[in-house]
């Protein structure tokens, strides 16, 4: 079932957001300051691409420099990522197919507002004791 979820998603919504987040990344990399963040896009993209079964946990350490990064990256980048998913969401939202897809589209916009300190693992990887900030149905 997530085979069949990853290629609907990737024709209707995953490969434009995906595109969209690897410009990022292009961008944030042309300074070296800008690398990390970059780095970040470039995570995000692939994880756009092919979402279902896989999941984001929070990472334990964080702390000032997490939410520095996170600031950085909202007002860098953030904001348009976060506009580019609502914009899909709404747009998948239309049809009764496509409302599970515009949902995920609204689960993926938290994410482009706030990623740094997030990890993207398989769903079945999961420990019981993860703590999960974003699931994606299998």
């Given at each position: 079932?997530?085979?069949?979820?990853?290629?609907?998603?990737?024709?209707?919504?995953?490969?434009?957001?995906?595109?969209?987040?690897?410009?990022?990344?292009?961008?944030?990399?042309?300074?070296?300051?800008?690398?990390?963040?970059?780095?970040?896009?470039?995570?995000?993209?692939?994880f756009t691409l092919w979402p279902f079964g896989k999941?984001?946990?929070?990472?334990?350490?964080?702390?000032?420099?997490?939410?520095?990064?996170?600031?950085?990256?909202?007002?860098?980048?953030?904001?348009?990522?976060?506009?580019?998913?609502?914009?899909?969401?709404?747009?998948?939202?239309?049809?009764?197919?496509?409302?599970?897809?515009?949902?995920?589209?609204?689960?993926?916009?938290?994410?482009?507002?706030?990623?740094?300190?997030?990890?993207?693992?398989?769903?079945?990887?999961?420990?019981?004791?993860?703590?999960?900030?974003?699931?994606?149905?299998?």
């Amino acid at each position: 079932m997530k085979t069949l979820g990853n290629i609907l998603w990737f024709v209707f919504a995953g490969l434009w957001l995906a595109l969209g987040y690897a410009l990022a990344g292009l961008v944030l990399c042309i300074t070296i300051i800008g690398i990390p963040f970059g780095v970040q896009a470039f995570k995000l993209a692939a994880f756009t691409l092919w979402p279902f079964g896989k999941t984001v946990v929070a990472s334990p350490e964080g702390g000032c420099l997490e939410v520095g990064a996170n600031v950085v990256w909202l007002v860098l980048v953030g904001w348009e990522l976060f506009l580019a998913h609502l914009a899909a969401g709404v747009l998948l939202c239309i049809t009764i197919i496509g409302f599970p897809f515009g949902i995920q589209a609204f689960k993926l916009s938290a994410l482009s507002l706030w990623p740094f300190g997030r990890s993207i693992v398989p769903i079945d990887s999961l420990s019981p004791d993860a703590v999960v900030t974003h699931s994606v149905p299998t």
